[in-house]
């Protein structure tokens, strides 16, 4: 039986419950107008957003989401590295003062703002108050204040950004060589982290609207949900990661600090996080791919970081195709230098020689091909040109259109391939001019292939935003402007006393997103924010058909397999069957010579559309693939002469045999022909 004191103390509890939650979520704001997008309780005091107007909803005609598309950026970063190396937070329940606030270490002028010194040059001397004065910070040259505070973020969604991708993102190794550190360094402990409050943060967006679900900003698990949100007006977020030594696979020395298992659980973790695209390799060369080098003294920096991270600097070699990773030049880094150990020095490098040696490893393919398996998306930026080649031979092998350019950090040679897979495209947050300029130039290819562009703004990146280009410049944004769409009208955007202007102030914060687009506008044309306004779309394209990719049966597998020869070898097994197996650590050689052939039986009559062909080091330049219903009558379905090895893809219009046949007529190395896996399919 419930006594008195027993109800009287649930009582007291009840109240310091209500108290609790009243002190938590945001006070009632005069600007709550009773209207969907605006909110019944923001905080107060709180920014400006800058913008009248109802925010579009729907689809168009042809029932396709409308919106841009921001498919690199870093809500959390501040979390990051440590957790003082960007200073302030998205959001806080304390309010905008505890929010936007900087670093201790800054105060009382900057003097130890060191990672702005190491990467941006100067003394990295500030003024550290933000709210409410926002003298120095943010702004568009400084790596090391919040620029994503959630109402900048508002501001973008309501002048027409509908899809947003939150890289979650840390280095271990810049961690552990800053000096101010308020957590430990483990990569993903830190993504765990950043993943949790980017859930929370919605759950306190939500809580301005009144509740669970009624926020603009809403986390999304699948496109068909994206697409949901997008219809009603809110903006979708879709979670990344960008981390230098993903599931800690490492390598030191050389040497893999990781095995499949710790993949496996690794994808599993993250995908119940809700993460959906990835990278594999970041700054450092790690377990699983080689890295596209950083340029100048930053590159000079992190090559410092990698032999910290893997005993090894970065090594190069001639590029084989038109394709190069960035040059790392021999500007020098002496802070970053200085952590190197006595007698150490970062080595100079041939200017002829722009490819890493490293490229896709064993364990790398394994995670491409475990993320295939759970549908998610690859991100290609920051890969070694040598490791994304093999990564869309990989894809294209599999018909797997799920590849993504974010930010502009891929050779661009690759783009056609990207498109032709079914993948998706953004560019760096560049100024307007250089923006336009590169949209242009691929304008054609997005014409050809009906696809969308985007943008990756890399917010609390270390890359650099947009510089002002001066009120009096040609074509300046003029205020109010009105969003692309033409629902609604943007202002100059006010933060406390601040108050921004793209001409003169660049692009300081998130919320310059729309005023940077009506730059681009003003000053490359309609079409330019035409393919943009088309980007939400076309990402959710690929994201939709990476769900709905099923493998295919592999015709060959375990299928009878003769050759006209094998290698003999005391030791280990050359036969024909190697080559259908299943299993790529074996393989079938011929003898040196270079008319050889490999024939499987597929056991009955299928549509042959198809063919893979996964090379050893011996490769063929010049080969037929061949089939026929009864053994005897072949025809040529395709050939090449200008095999490079590595893994061929071999597609032309399917037609029915039971019999497939490689007929091999040029090697291209001194050994014979030799194949780890033949795949045959439909199409």
């Known amino acids: 039986m419930t006594t008195y004191r027993t109800r009287r103390h649930l009582g007291v509890l009840t109240l310091l419950l209500l108290v609790l939650a009243a002190a938590l979520v945001p006070t009632p704001s005069s600007?709550?107008?009773?209207?969907?997008?605006?909110?019944?309780?923001?905080?107060?005091?709180?920014?400006?957003?800058?913008?009248?107007?109802?925010?579009?909803?729907?689809?168009?005609?042809?029932?396709?989401?409308?919106?841009?598309?921001?498919?690199?950026?870093?809500?959390?970063?501040?979390?990051?590295?440590?957790?003082?190396?960007?200073?302030g937070k998205a959001f806080s329940t304390k309010g905008i003062a505890d929010a936007l606030k900087d670093c201790p270490e800054h105060y009382p002028d900057g003097s130890l703002a060191l990672f702005d010194f190491i990467t941006n040059g100067g003394d990295g001397k500030h003024d550290p108050v933000g709210w409410p004065t926002f003298r120095d910070w943010p702004a568009h040259d400084s790596l090391t204040h919040q620029q994503n505070y959630y109402a900048w973020?508002?501001?973008?969604?309501?002048?027409?950004?509908?899809?947003?991708?939150?890289?979650?993102?840390?280095?271990?190794?810049?961690?552990?060589?800053?000096?101010?550190?308020?957590?430990?360094?483990?990569?993903?402990?830190?993504?765990?982290?950043?993943?949790?409050?980017?859930?929370?943060?919605?759950?306190?967006?939500?809580?301005?609207?009144?509740?669970?679900?009624?926020?603009?900003?809403?986390?999304?698990?699948?496109?068909?949900?994206?697409?949901?949100?997008?219809a009603q007006g809110k903006l979708a977020v879709v979670l990344g990661v960008?981390?230098?030594?993903?599931?800690?696979?490492?390598?030191?020395?050389?040497?893999?600090?990781?095995?499949?298992?710790?993949?496996?659980?690794?994808?599993?973790?993250?995908?119940?996080?809700?993460?959906?695209?990835?990278?594999l390799c970041h700054k450092f060369d790690n377990a699983l791919c080689g890295v596209r080098f950083d340029e100048g003294a930053l590159g000079t920096a992190i090559n410092v970081g990698q032999f910290l991270s893997t005993g090894t600097f970065w090594q190069t070699e001639r590029c084989t195709g038109p394709q190069a990773d960035n040059p790392i030049g021999l500007a020098s880094a002496p802070g970053a230098e200085k952590e190197l150990p006595a007698g150490v020095e970062v080595p100079s490098y041939d200017e002829d020689a722009r490819c890493n040696v490293r490229g896709l490893t064993e364990l790398g393919e394994y995670a491409v091909r475990g993320m295939m398996k759970r549908n998610m998306m690859l991100e290609i930026d920051h890969m070694s040109v040598k490791a994304t080649g093999r990564v869309l031979d990989v894809f294209e092998s599999a018909s797997y259109p799920g590849?993504?350019?974010?930010?502009?950090?891929?050779?661009?040679?690759?783009?056609?391939?990207?498109?032709?897979?079914?993948?998706?495209?953004?560019?760096?947050?560049?100024?307007?001019?250089?923006?336009?300029?590169?949209?242009?130039?691929?304008e054609a290819l997005r014409d050809e292939y009906g696809v969308g562009y985007g943008y990756g703004t890399d917010m609390n990146g270390v890359g650099g935003w947009p510089a002002p280009r001066g009120a009096d410049a040609p074509d300046a944004v003029t205020y109010p402007f009105r969003s692309v769409d033409g629902g609604s009208v943007l202002d100059r955007q006010t933060t406390g006393e601040r108050t921004w202007d793209l001409n003169t102030d660049g692009a300081a914060h998130y919320g310059l997103v729309p005023d940077w687009i009506e730059d681009i506008r003003r000053v490359g044309g309609q079409h330019v924010v035409d393919d943009l306004f088309k980007g939400a779309e076309s990402y959710l394209d690929t994201w939709g058909a990476s769900e709905q990719h099923r493998a295919g049966v592999n015709l060959a597998d375990g299928a009878p397999a003769t050759a006209s020869s094998a290698e003999w070898n005391p030791f280990t097994s050359y036969a024909p069957g190697r080559a259908v197996d299943g299993d790529r650590g074996t393989r079938w050689a011929s003898d040196w010579s270079d008319d050889q052939w490999l024939r499987v039986d597929l056991g009955a009559t299928h549509q042959v559309g198809r063919v893979t062909l996964d090379w050893e080091r011996?490769?063929?330049?010049?080969?037929?693939?061949?089939?026929?219903?009864?053994?005897t009558n072949w025809r040529t379905a395709w050939s090449t002469t200008s095999g490079d090895g590595g893994?061929?893809?071999?597609?032309?219009?399917?037609?029915?045999?039971?019999?497939?046949?490689?007929?091999?007529?040029?090697?291209?190395?001194?050994?014979?022909?030799?194949?780890?896996?033949?795949?045959?399919?439909?199409?």
């Open 647 to 683: 893994l061929d893809t071999a597609v032309f219009t399917p037609a029915p045999a039971r019999h497939l046949r490689v007929q091999f007529l040029d090697r291209g190395t001194e050994w014979g022909y030799s194949l780890r896996e033949v795949g045959v399919h439909g199409r």
């Open 31 to 87: 600007a709550a107008g009773g209207d969907w997008w605006d909110p019944v309780a923001r905080p107060a005091p709180d920014s400006g957003i800058g913008v009248t107007g109802e925010p579009f909803k729907g689809t168009n005609t042809a029932g396709e989401v409308r919106g841009f598309v921001d498919a690199h950026n870093h809500i959390m970063a501040n979390e990051a590295f440590g957790g003082r190396l960007i200073c």
């Open 618 to 631: 011996a490769y063929g330049t010049s080969y037929r693939i061949e089939l026929s219903a009864d053994g």
């Open 403 to 442: 590849v993504i350019s974010s930010h502009s950090w891929m050779d661009l040679d690759w783009t056609e391939r990207v498109y032709g897979l079914g993948g998706f495209v953004a560019q760096y947050m560049h100024g307007s001019e250089g923006f336009v300029a590169e949209a242009d130039r691929t």
């Open 242 to 279: 960008e981390t230098s030594e993903p599931f800690g696979c490492k390598q030191v020395l050389d040497i893999a600090q990781c095995d499949r298992a710790d993949i496996d659980a690794g994808l599993d973790e993250l995908y119940a996080l809700g993460v959906r695209s990835m990278f």
């Open 153 to 230: 973020i508002e501001r973008a969604w309501r002048g027409g950004q509908r899809v947003l991708v939150n890289d979650l993102v840390t280095n271990g190794v810049i961690c552990s060589v800053y000096f101010f550190k308020d957590r430990g360094c483990d990569e993903m402990t830190s993504i765990r982290l950043q993943a949790k409050l980017t859930y929370d943060m919605q759950a306190y967006i939500d809580g301005m609207y009144g509740g669970p679900g009624k926020g603009w900003f809403r986390i999304v698990t699948d496109s068909a949900q994206a697409r949901d949100v997008i």
